[in-house]
């Protein structure tokens, strides 16, 4: 995957480049200035255009980590999950990590396979991006995945990896058959999946166990496999779980689990797991009160390919600048620390690099407002529509002057008169 120099993206001649607002600390973690990209210490990006005062933390890499000093009142992950297995995407990388870096986002949770195709190359296994990606060299290399993480890193953004399993994983079948069962059965595949192709994992047979040992530092497992016959299938789905989540521990790395696996299935996973919520308005509050450390996502404002909303400024507000207000309604007060934050989700179902950034952006930088300041304001009132707006409008004008093709809030004319033009 070609990555660009990053000062080589077009910026207008007043706005200061992405690529250099960044920043270093001295050995006592307080002094930061200014470093230069290219040859300057491993660095972070300062997460905004202003200055914030922050606790710098270096991990021993070399890489040095900011947490603003309000920092634990506030959400510690504001993510943004993209599929990029089912819409191959190759150049964008580097606008969108600038462009989460600037809304104050700090991963980004690439999901690497699907059902539909496998584009991740595992040296260990050649033959999953042969036959699983859509075309030759719609694949990337562990090279391009090192160089994406490094990017990231020096503006303060955490590429995390998911490979999907053991649902969603119809495109392993294209390199090992053995492994799986019921694949691409037509016309009846939605009796055997929640979405073309099916397949799943054979769970019961020993050749599955010599496959996964093969994988080695993936920091997101665990889909759902439908089926009738719950109690058949649960004592193999834990055994699939504690031998990944194993791995992923053995690595150093946080585990990072999809709902199902908890609710509907109801398996043990560990204290320290990430459980990520995704498609219903329960799910935050049901993990939660089982005691579970949970990343918000669900499906009624968290999808950004669902709903764009009005260009005029409606009461209530619309999809667009409403999303993820609401995820802590309802949880007691001694148990919101273990919300890790939230993620918007783009599932590229009707979404490729051509469309990519208007489809983020600005809306991700809604939901990205709403993690950082909450959905109420200092005097406990509802963020309103009506101030975020103009704000929203310019931000995705700042974008737009530094190369990030993100579509429009309202027509300029709504943009310069500001709140003049509401709907009630």
């Not at 990896?161 to 390199?175: F, R, Y």
């Not at 109801?266 to 459980?275: E, H, K, P, Q, Y």
């Amino acid at each position: 995957m070609p990555l660009s120099n990053p000062a080589s993206l077009t910026t207008s001649a007043n706005i200061i480049p992405p690529s250099e607002l960044l920043v270093r600390a001295d050995a006592d973690g307080r002094n930061i200035r200014p470093v230069d990209y290219k040859h300057g210490p491993a660095a972070e990006r300062v997460k905004s255009d202003e200055c914030v005062e922050a606790d710098v933390m270096e991990d021993g890499r070399g890489i040095y980590h900011f947490h603003p000093s309000s920092a634990g009142a506030e959400p510690e992950s504001e993510c943004l999950n993209i599929n990029i297995a089912r819409a191959f995407i190759l150049v964008p990388y580097i606008c969108t990590i600038d462009a989460l870096a600037w809304t104050k986002m700090n991963v980004l949770h690439p999901h690497f396979t699907d059902a539909q195709a496998w584009p991740l190359q595992i040296p260990s296994m050649p033959k999953l991006a042969a036959e699983g990606a859509y075309a030759p060299g719609a694949s990337y290399s562990a090279g391009n995945l090192a160089e994406v993480q490094e990017y990231g890193a020096l503006r303060g953004v955490q590429v995390v990896v998911e490979i999907d399993a053991p649902g969603h994983t119809a495109c392993v079948a294209l390199s090992h058959p053995e492994l799986m069962r019921a694949f691409n059965l037509q016309p009846a595949w939605a009796s055997y999946s929640a979405e073309p192709s099916s397949a799943q994992l054979k769970l019961n047979d020993s050749v599955l166990e010599e496959f996964l040992a093969k994988f080695e530092n993936a920091s997101a497992v665990g889909e759902h496999v439908e089926t009738n016959d719950v109690a058949v299938l649960r004592s193999l789905m834990q055994w699939f779980v504690v031998f990944n989540l194993g791995r992923v521990r053995a690595a150093g790395l946080m585990p990072v689990v999809w709902k199902n696996l908890v609710l509907t299935w109801n398996l043990t996973v560990g204290v320290d797991v990430v459980v990520q919520a995704w498609n219903n308005a329960t799910s935050v509050k049901d993990l939660v009160m089982a005691g579970h450390k949970t990343l918000a996502g669900t499906s009624g404002y968290w999808y950004l390919e669902c709903g764009k909303g009005q260009w005029l400024d409606f009461l209530p507000a619309s999809y667009a600048t409403q999303a993820a207000t609401g995820y802590y309604s309802g949880l007691p007060q001694n148990s919101t620390y273990l919300i890790q934050g939230g993620e918007a989700h783009l599932w590229t179902k009707q979404t490729d690099e051509v469309n990519l950034d208007e489809s983020l952006w600005p809306r991700a930088a809604a939901i990205a407002k709403v993690l950082w300041s909450r959905a109420k304001d200092a005097a406990g009132q509802n963020q309103s529509q009506l101030e975020a707006s103009p704000r929203l409008a310019e931000m995705r004008e700042r974008m737009v002057a530094r190369g990030v093709g993100a579509g429009p809030v309202q027509m300029v004319f709504c943009t310069q008169n500001c709140t003049q033009y509401t709907m009630k």
